[in-house]
Each structure stands twice: as structure tokens, then as C-alpha cells.
């Protein structure tokens, strides 16, 4: 780390470029009066591509050090060119020499061509599977709208069933009549009952 700068304890987790916290005085207009202020760096959230990890990277970096990047063409040509002493930050150090590993990886593989006719057949191949994806797709879809007709057919089946249920219903209405014609029979007994004990 640069001794001459005072970093910031984020600085040492994101991508700065050289940017950190900077001193100096505030002079008012009036007496010329100083005051200390300090100037902190433009720091932004963003998804970076890289193409050797095939996938985004979420990073803090700064405004200066997005320009770098898109000076030098993305992400890992600005891990590879930058020197180790200009990335002074953990975060860049850690991801430069995990993209230099990845390069050199990629450098020891073979390189294979292949001729105009595999190139075709890959691409029949290609085509093939693409239609055969589209077919079992649409026969899904059959399958699923078939039992969608079944389950409404069934549904209405169950809907025209009430003619049942009213009968049912009338037989239970007239039992429950039956009941409160006994329960009256027994309450004027039990009235006469009474009013003869009260007699007595």
C-alpha cells in the first residue's frame, strides 16, 4: 500500500484505481479564514462482465477506475495491463492473479479446427435439436390443454347434479317439519299435564 496516501479501510475491498481520501483547506471569501476539509472519491455499485469467468462481477469501483476499464476494453484487460504497485487494493491484487491463473490455463489448452463439413453437420445437429425441443414444447402444451377441457367437463357434470341435492333437501325439510309437529304434540301435553297437577 502507498504510504504517502491515507487509504480508506473500504479502499482495501473494492477497486479505487488510486483514488482515496483527500486533505485540504476550505478559505472563506471574506478574511481568507481556513478550514480543513476533505475530498472523498466518486464510489459506485456495478456489475462487471468478465468474459474469463463467464459471469458479472459486483464491485465497488470508483468513476476514474470505470474510465480505466473502459479505456483498456473491459474488466480482465484492466487486471492483466495494470502493474501490481498501481492496483492497491486487496480486492484487485486477488482478482488480478486469479484472472493471470485462468489466462495461463487457457494458454497451455489445444486448439482444435474443424472442417466446413463437421461445421455443417454441427449445425444440422443444432437445427435438430432446436425442433425436437419445439416439439416436445407443443406436446406439452397439448397434454396440458386436454386436461384442462377434461377437469371443466367435469366440473359442469358436477354442476348439473343439483336435482339430486333438492331431493335430498325436500326429504330433509319434511323431516324437520315431522320433528316440530311431535315437538308441539309434547309440549301441549306437558301443558295439560301441568295445568291438571296445578288442579290437584
Known amino acids: 500500500m502507498p504510504k504517502s496516501k491515507v487509504v480508506m479501510g473500504r479502499a482495501r475491498r473494492d477497486i479505487y484505481a488510486g483514488r482515496h481520501i483527500q486533505f485540504d483547506n476550505r478559505i472563506s471569501e471574506d478574511g481568507g479564514n481556513k478550514t480543513r476539509r476533505t475530498w472523498k472519491p466518486n ?4 456489475r462487471l462482465f468478465s468474459y474469463i469467468l463467464d459471469r458479472h462481477i459486483r464491485v465497488k469501483v470508483t468513476t476514474h477506475a470505470l474510465r480505466c476499464i473502459d479505456k483498456t476494453g473491459g474488466v480482465d484487460e484492466y487486471f492483466l495491463k495494470t502493474p501490481y504497485h498501481k492496483l492497491d487494493t486487496e480486492l484487485g491484487l486477488f482478482w488480478k492473479a486469479k484472472i493471470e491463473k485462468l489466462y495461463e490455463e487457457l494458454g497451455k489448452m489445444k486448439v482444435v479446427f474443424f472442417s466446413p463439413e463437421d ?3 454441427f449445425e444440422q445437429g443444432f437445427k435438430e435439436l432446436k425442433l425436437s425441443e419445439r416439439e416436445a414444447h407443443r406436446e406439452f402444451r397439448r397434454k396440458m390443454y386436454a386436461g384442462m377441457k377434461e377437469h371443466k367437463q367435469m366440473e359442469r357434470e358436477h354442476k348439473d347434479e343439483p336435482s339430486i341435492d333438492e331431493g335430498s333437501r325436500g326429504t330433509e325439510h319434511e323431516y324437520e ?6 315437538s308441539y304434540e309434547l309440549a301441549a301435553d306437558n301443558l295439560e299435564a301441568g295445568s291438571l297437577v296445578a288442579n290437584y
Open 43 to 46: 464510489v459506485q455499485q456495478k
Open 119 to 121: 461445421e455443417q453437420k
Open 177 to 182: 317439519e315431522q320433528l316440530a309437529a311431535v
